[in-house]
């Protein structure tokens, strides 16, 4: 993943301005991560009397304006007005790669969150690359839906790796193919197949394994 800053305008004169342009960054920095164009955490802060977000993001184009599905212009025009200008981004990564990886010539594509990282949780087959979720540009709501969806196999990944009373409930559902988690999945890998036309496959994690309780 990169890291990108991403400056919204200088801090104006009144406090009550300030929040306005806040909020404003705020609700555009939610939409982004609904999206999947930034992973789901942010810093938002007032660096040097300008208002800056420091993220994560799958790829260096994901905040490039012909990148944002038509649903999320809403809160980048009311952003927008608020600045008087669109929010300037820099990537800030020095191993930020120089071309871009044509994922859509993949012969394959699989699904699968990794709780160490909370961009994408789909990969190319060939490369082991991130697929930016926003490239699902149909329908518009997939995107958001396997994003929460991951959100949701992280957590319970977590708590299965915390382990306490919750760890053998917690495990079934990143683990047992039958689980709720395991079946939206799977259901996102057919959608994620018939929007792109390339196969996607589900993976399931296993950490423990059948036994030959004959040895």
Avoid at 86 to 104: C, F, M, N, Y
């Amino acid at each position: 993943m990169l890291v990108a800053r991403i400056e919204f305008g200088a801090a104006p004169e009144k406090r009550s301005a300030r929040s306005r342009l806040k909020a404003a960054a705020a609700s555009y920095l939610a939409s982004l991560t609904k999206s999947g164009q930034i992973c789901n955490s942010y810093l938002l802060a007032w660096t040097g009397g300008v208002l800056t977000a420091f993220t994560k993001i799958p790829r260096a184009d994901s905040l490039a304006p012909q990148k944002h599905p038509k649903w999320q212009m809403t809160a980048l025009e009311e952003l927008t007005q608020a600045v008087g200008k669109s929010p300037e981004v820099t990537v800030i990564d020095d191993e930020a790669p120089r071309g871009i990886a044509h994922w859509k010539r993949s012969s394959f594509l699989f699904l699968s969150p990794d709780y160490f990282d909370d961009c994408s949780p789909l990969y190319s087959g060939d490369t082991g690359r991130v697929v930016p979720l926003y490239e699902l540009t149909e329908p518009d709501e997939l995107a958001e839906s396997i994003t929460f969806w991951s959100r949701e196999y992280r957590h319970h990944y977590g708590v299965w790796l915390s382990s306490g009373e919750l760890e053998i409930p917690a495990y079934e559902q990143v683990a047992d193919v039958a689980s709720r988690l395991s079946k939206l999945g799977r259901e996102y890998c057919s959608q994620i197949e018939t929007t792109t036309g390339i196969p996607c496959y589900y993976y399931l994690t296993r950490y423990w394994g059948r036994r030959d309780h004959n040895k």
